[in-house]
């Protein structure tokens, strides 16, 4: 393996509906790992915000409907105390951003993320309303 | 500290029985790293697949069993999205998984993952069934 | 780019409340960050022990009350199987730790963890009362 070490980030730009919209960026991840020659190491994909997350998935019809109805159970649209610092009705919105989480690193094993074949790295925008987000790869390795 | 770059992964694999069993895998992490000669740096403990997922807590008796009850409560078993597209009855497991989250990344600290006494790294299979899990570990640093 | 790797840790030792106290480290991370003279790569942010949480979060003082109480609701106080092995009353503390996770691995970028604006990174002690922790940066990169 090439010993020198690679230190390589992209930028991805995404635009959103929010409303709990799940965006699948496997194909952005693994892309841009072969665009670098990325062989092993470790790769962080990482939303910039306090209102959306970064998980993974089967990324298939079904649950696209189930998660956003376990996030309604779990952190339900309502009045929050966050109300009274913005008044934008998003409180629920960065609870369940941070329930789930901005950030995930995974494994890069023979240039590609280590994911299973029905298991997808997807973007949540738990905004209340349209977004431009900004998520960053950032692979560290060989 | 040896400047070279260490970047070691080793696969583990590990038969669950599905149902949410939890499988302290701390003792694999803590000797994978001995055995490449680890002394600082990263270390990802990736689980592939969509029904299954990697944190921390005390393996206790007690708490292997509070665990699952809490998600059965958060994410429980029942008609799901999910099961129109597979009919597997699993859309729960899926929900866990996603919640969870399926890799925990770790500093290493004079060898070891900095994990507290009383905190293991654990493997939880939701899925429905007894399954073969494959547990990725990656370690980045010197 | 200087070409040698970086691959750096400091330990943060806060006092807290317990009782899901929130205290932002976002300074901690940034100002480690900038006195290692780190320019690119990954930054882990992990506390020690089975009590506690790392997450991000719009650290303003609604949302400080919002999450406990979603908390609350997701794993409340009350008896757990837990106790049977302990007797200490904090079931709940553990049920949150492991729902919310204890580390965070962040992309670093010009010298900072890449986070947005109104995005903090935070400690969260779930234990029934008032607690040492040692929260670990490690940065590997350049």
């Known amino acids: 393996m090439d010993p020198s070490l690679k230190n ?16 699948d960026v496997t194909a952005e991840v693994q892309s841009f790992l ?5 062989r092993q190491g470790l790769v962080a994909v990482s939303v910039v915000g306090s209102t959306a997350g970064i998980t993974t998935m089967e990324f298939e019809p079904g649950l696209q409907k189930d998660i ?23 409180g629920h919105s960065h609870l369940r951003s941070s329930l789930i989480g901005t950030s995930q690193t995974f494994p890069v094993l023979k240039g590609r ?6 298991q997808q790295v997807v973007l949540i925008d738990f905004d209340n ?3 431009e987000r900004e998520v960053i790869l950032q692979f560290l390795g060989q």
């Open 68 to 90: 956003p109805e376990m996030l309604d159970k779990l952190a339900p649209e309502g009045r929050y105390h966050h109300d009274e610092t913005w008044h934008d009705g998003n």
């Open 129 to 131: 309303r349209p977004r």
């Open 34 to 38: 072969a665009s670098i020659q990325a």
């Open 113 to 118: 993320a280590a994911l299973g074949t029905w």
């Open 8 to 23: 390589e980030s992209k930028t991805l730009r995404l635009a959103t509906r929010g409303a709990s919209q799940i965006l």
